[in-house]
Nanobody, 124 residues
Framework: QVQLVESGGGSVQSGGSLRLSCTAS????????IGWFRQAPGKERDRVSV??????????HYLDSVKGRFTISRDKAKNLVYLQMENLQPEDTAVYYC???????????????WGQGTPVTVSS
């Protein structure tokens, strides 16, 4: 059974940083495209990924609003994918989910699996 688990969320002030982690049981994350999505309070989960990383070529994708602030990376030895978030702003407040897919579609292996999410709150 595939299970994704996010961690690292929390509450920070504007300009602060957090590092989210996504780990998995049942699969090796390095074999799949990994995407981070978010759902702001009172809204549906965004259909477009905040950030993604490919599994074969290391290609990355970032939402325009997070470019230069967020960095996605893998730790293959630990079966982890990180989302380093810098200079957080109140509009980044959301529950962040990792998934074995990306929107927009990037090259790589996909699996429709989602974590339960980790909340991020950024206060001004």
């Amino acid at each position: 059974q595939v299970q994704l688990v996010e961690s690292g969320g929390g509450s920070v002030q504007s300009g602060g940083s957090l590092r989210l982690s996504c780990t998995a049981s049942g699969i090796v994350l390095d074999n799949y495209v990994i995407g981070w999505f978010r759902q702001a309070p009172g809204k549906e989960r965004d259909r477009v990924s905040v950030s993604c990383i490919g599994n074969s070529d290391g290609i990355t994708h970032y939402l325009d609003s997070v470019k230069g602030r967020f960095t996605i990376s893998r730790d293959k030895a630990k079966n982890l994918v990180y989302l380093q978030m810098e200079n957080l702003q109140p509009e980044d407040t959301a529950v962040y989910y990792c998934a074995t897919l990306c929107r927009p579609v990037i090259n790589g292996q996909y699996l429709d699996a989602w974590g339960q999410g980790t909340p991020v709150t950024v206060s001004s």
